[in-house]
């Protein structure tokens, strides 16, 4: 094991993180890097694309989107700033991040954290006849687009709210890939809004004539 692989290790296990059920991702895999490569960096901004070359490098394979820079936060519970959020007064752009260590957990995280205890997903599957809310396609069926049979996962219908029989619908798996934390759904599975992450992840060009529009209706 490496060294510092072993200061990330010694050093997760005495921290806020872990007890507050933050999880390490399994060691060697293409998470475990990105999150290597933020541990050597605390409270540096990194460019995810020096983080995606330098990762691929480590792991001999050729440059590629990774996603892992931004799931190992709102997703995995990391503190870690990205683009739009505030760093020393100043706002991150899109495509950058902030590792803030192991001592404080992300805080979209901590509030949305997945307590499953007392769901009922069976009966919901069967509120929505078994279908996904979203697309209507058929649990156990092949997806009409994928070609994949349909397996239906948990759908977070408001991202801000914690995950509760009211507040839950049958996704398929891509269309809850799709939604991640973008959208707040309604109970048909249709889109209401797009949250504060969905409309930050557009590029920045459309960010701007965004900011624009509300300029000029005076908001």
């Avoid at 050729?62 to 995995?76: I, M, S, T, W």
């Avoid at 803030?100 to 499953?116: M, Y």
């Avoid at 509120?127 to 349909?150: L, N, Q």
């Avoid at 959208?183 to 590029?203: Q, W």
Wanted: net charge positive; hydrophobic share 30%.
């Amino acid at each position: 094991m490496g060294q510092v692989d072993q200061q990330i290790i010694e050093t997760f296990e005495e921290s806020f993180a872990k007890k507050r059920g933050v999880k390490l991702p399994t060691k060697g895999t293409q998470r475990w890097e990105v999150l290597k490569y933020y541990f050597e960096r605390p409270g540096q901004i990194i460019k995810k694309s020096d983080l995606e070359k330098e990762v691929c490098f480590r792991m001999g394979i050729q440059p590629k989107d990774l996603q892992e820079g931004r799931q190992l936060g709102k997703q995995k519970g990391f503190h870690i700033l990205q683009g739009g959020e505030k760093y020393k007064g100043k706002k991150l752009k899109r495509g950058y991040y902030v590792f803030l260590g192991f001592d404080s957990v992300n805080p979209f995280w901590a509030h949305n954290r997945r307590h499953e205890k007392g769901l009922d997903f069976s009966q919901k599957k069967k509120d929505y006849d078994g279908c996904c809310a979203t697309c209507g396609t058929k649990e156990g069926e092949e997806h009409r687009y994928t070609k994949k049979i349909v397996d239906l996962t948990k759908g977070h219908m408001d991202p801000s709210l914690p995950m509760t029989n009211v507040n839950i619908i049958p996704q398929c798996k891509d269309c809850n890939q799709v939604a991640k934390d973008k959208f707040i759904f309604d109970n048909c599975g249709r889109v209401k809004y797009m949250t504060e992450a969905g409309l930050l992840s557009h590029p920045d060009d459309v960010l701007k004539k965004f900011a624009q529009t509300l300029k000029e209706r005076g908001y």
